[in-house]
């Protein structure tokens, strides 16, 4: 029931506030003996960090990770692998008026009234987006057990920002693999990746903020993972995808435009495939997910983020201290659209959750060597 | 980690299959002292039950439920509630086809792999939508303790079948809850319902199908419901909810198309309610929810369901006997749409996840007096 | 959550009640294509069922199981086996007086405080040894795994009686196994069983009760089943052990007599076992079990036994109707001694654990073939 | 099911290794609003911590602890706490030998197959006595709850060392709570405590170890607490005791002596209680605890503790380098009992395991004030 954890064979602990000390992740029931250092979760958690670019908040952090345990002569040994970041770069003053003056579409109003008011509202405490960083650590070492001993490939990347958006629809995996990380947008799409881009800051310029969709393609990915009846793929995908703050959607395959279709339109038909001898489907609305289960088509899914709750627009709030209206307007330093440093996080929780499945299914031995 | 069991302090484990002797559920954590009979579930059970209209599969089965323990004087005893239904209508003839050619879109393919070929295929088994009996047994439990002792109601409805949509975005609660079970569609504004009718119907006819959508809102939610990061109120429904099978798409509040608006039209901003001196919000684009935690208005969310997988216009599948490509001709009696059928279920699953979450919050005492 | 529940990976649930109109089980996680039907359960409940001898209760049950569901041509199908005993012979009359007059040493009282007087206390409700049986349905099955493809057998037998007690030092665990079951008292040992037996039946017309010592030998456990640090091998055990009602101690290896000894008698040096090539120790003061983990030996434990609870001598009790102080005196049928009805329960406990953590080290395939 | 927490409200996790950088501890599910500050845990870890006398081991440790997250202003906020101790005093030299050569007693060899070798060996690794002070971290922060908020109070106390015993029976709970701390034996009388320490350092001299007993008294808990079946009191208790290292057997009440005496004496008669009208009973072979639920007496165990395993005695082990049987002379730093550290350890694991039994009946809120 602890509710800061996620996975159940292979499992991802988040701990630390924003402006604390520290955040940091325990990484439990990783096998032993895989080879594992900093430099394997760096490169993720650098893709994600604040202040690459102008159009993400300007928080300076560099996000150094520290492997603190379970790692004994570079290998893991079996025991829970401790990570951890110093923050750096916190600065408190704004958040004192969002106390008392709960922003519209951010946590400050229900976290004030869960926790009495004794939750960190530092930084938005433990709803800062900063706290995906722990889930990017579990998702290094997930993807790299992933991707060298069973061959899955997990790639997220910006489909849509405000009304534009990318049709990925007939763009090879390692297109859309390679192309993806060209530019801060994550788009694959240089072109579209600019457009995108300059929305972004126009919408800046004018106060405000903007959503997005991130589509997630799974690869490599064997039949059989997933178990019915609440266990099912798109359970424990979906209960890992909307704990990433602003995530309001989620549609696997044909979706929500699915639901509009024939099931003569929509189901996929079956097929042998000549080069390697083995089943696959025609289409795949389905998302690579049948009844719950795998069935070793790629894995597609959508997700839906809301546009940033923090803009420097006045808007009308209510002031707790003596429970009457009042105005905000939103300082400090906030990211214009999350959509853009998501991309690592959706792969880290597909990894997440797609590993502890193949642990379940005794598809990594408890020992890798 | 058992997959067939849903919650952590209130929790519906599910057995059973769709053409076996039985289908089953086990409620345990209910409090001590409910006033509990068959009477307070047999009402739910029936609006999901097959046969009910020409909209429907044929299968007849009146869909009795017993009560065998956890029960006693007429109060729960704080033990294990088990209820059951004895299946009486199973005809399983036409899925010997199904063993070796498996049906496009359905689980055949996808159980056969996983369990090696033990399944207990008849009627799709464990994957059939049958199953789902076995959620609104829970779930007739979770909504009786929800309404008379927390004052929460949960109510779902068809809001679109194929490309027909009802708006129910100015239309009160009350009157959604009224009108949704006057037809057999459950969709509440009668005339779309009639167009929805006719468009089932003549999928039907043409041996196809067709999937829809359904809104649920659940009103009187407290304030702080909710446990960040990984047990946020969307992730803990969304797990529930797409366990049912055929769902492939979630959306809270204003979901993907919030996606593609600005902060400023997205956010909700907070009121002081002159009649009650709470605290609401103007809009609820966030679908009652901030920060995965309940803010006191109601929450909303769509589910997108495919349409169903058996139809029977001839298909191309595979032949597992020889791994050729084949044809599949789909016969037995199937739903040409689960949606009307759905709502019971929608509802049951937001009802025992809310009350999973009330109990975590010590809102509903071990023994109700 | 659920305290109903043993096991993570394969999970037993337990449902009913001693005089409600059934007791059964739920068993989760056990792979598909292992054959299994009722034939494989019945000789267990046999072997604990009342009514055998006239050293137990006289309660009549056949205690005939009925296996449900998970089970499709004979072979489990790795949906959850469902399995029931309908209850027979129950006779709750004496129950009334319990209500307002606790029994001394019964649960009657904590289960009147918990429950609100909801609880079903006739026979006990769930707090009857009755209730054992369903922890028997799946010992069965996890003994059957255990036995057939792990080649690890699990044997429970009764060591003392009240102050009568068995040397089991030096007696092969083949002879152990033989004889277990040749008497009622469950003794291997058949004049010291004779004594026992005797010592039984005069405590029994004194109107009085005893306890007794159950030793447990698990053969063949691989090297390395447990998990450190709060899943060891004896936490596991203990855990499902002292929820067998009466329990109130437990050792393994050298237990409390270890305690007193130097670390130089009581540490078991280690040996190359000639025949096998295999690491052995030269004692087992360990019980098979070092660092929380097998090393290979036997695990042994030893398991205190109260006397029980209902007796037929006067008692001093309290009132709850007006708190005041009274007497009791418990009439209906009982158990003099649990312990000859305990050795099955024990197996199935250690089976249960044992075969949880053979599936965390992916010992047992998902599908049996 | 991940293996280094403990709870399911209140979860303890633990993570670091003997001679890493550190150990630490992550608290989750403490309510909010809770004083809290270093000052609370130091004092539990000072009790514990090596070097402290010349009967403990000689490494020396200040165990200075930090908390890194979850409190804020003093007072926890409901987000997960993190604490953490950095080693300094690690020699590792010494446990090279044990790599190839496995100490009898200890879990060099089990640890060695079940990690294939990738743990992590350097000073015992996880399997390190030292990894108790993580208990203690989670330990003071339930101990600090009970007492305040509950009025439960928790003693653990040296019972026995070797052959020295101390009759604890009619001494009241005042007074071996006084006196308990005042000898590093952590025996409540002072006289046996001297002879106590004589035949630990005689031990010692002559390359030897002890073990010993501890005895744990909760007083002040109320009715009710414990879930039937698999979550008694007795359960619970038990899989936390069995965790701590060398613990090899744990009774309840009048345990293993009780299953020798007649029901008549050992059933528990009920009374009022004159000066509070509650009822009680008039003696506690229970040790408080009915049906696996607490009666409001004192819960009372004794815990059996194994003489330590490292003993600079020249002892008989295997070669795994080469599978030969050869010989091993213990060096290094090793307690020649541990029993007189283990106190604050039994104190935290009962304290943990009880409030999250009282999380579990409602009995805390989730904010404190």
Partial sequence: MPSNTLGDCFTLSSFGESHGQCIGAIIDGCPAGLRLSEADVQPLLDLRKPGQSIITTQRRETDTVEILSGVFNGFTTGAPISMIIWNKDSDSRSYDDFVSKPRPGHADYTAFSKYG???????????????????????????????????????????????????????????????????????????????????????????????????????????????????????????????????????????????????????????????????????????????????????????????????PKPQKTVDLKDMTESQLIVSGRHDPCVVPRAPPVVDSITAIVLLDFCLKSNLVPRVIR
Wanted: glycine share 12%; net charge negative; hydrophobic share 40%.
């Fill in 117 to 311: 008011g004794f939750n960190d509202f530092r930084g938005s405490g433990r709803f800062s987006g900063r706290l995906t960083a722990t889930i990017a650590m579990g998702g290094a070492v997930a993807l790299k057990i992933l991707k060298n001993y069973l061959n899955i490939e997990i790639i997220s990347y910006t489909k849509s920002i405000g009304d534009i958006t990318m049709d990925t629809a007939d763009i090879p995996f390692d297109t859309l693999s390679k192309n993806r990380y060209l530019n801060d947008v994550r788009c694959p799409d240089q072109d579209i990746a600019m457009r995108m881009r300059d929305l972004i800051l126009s919408a800046r310029r004018e106060g405000d903020s903007l959503g997005g969709v991130i589509e997630c393609v799974a690869q490599g990915v064997p039949v059989g993972l997933g178990e019915p009846i609440f266990e099912s793929i798109e359970s424990e995908i979906s209960k890992g995808i909307f704990s990433i703050p602003a995530v309001k959607g989620l549609e696997f395959g044909s979706g929500f435009s699915g639901s509009a279709m024939r099931g003569s339109e929509n189901n996929d038909s079956f097929s042998i495939d000549k080069s390697t001898g083995k089943i696959i489907t025609d289409t795949n609305k389905s998302g690579g997910i049948l009844g719950g289960i795998t069935d070793g088509m790629p894995i597609v899914f959508r997700v839906a983020f809301k546009p940033a709750a923090s803009i």
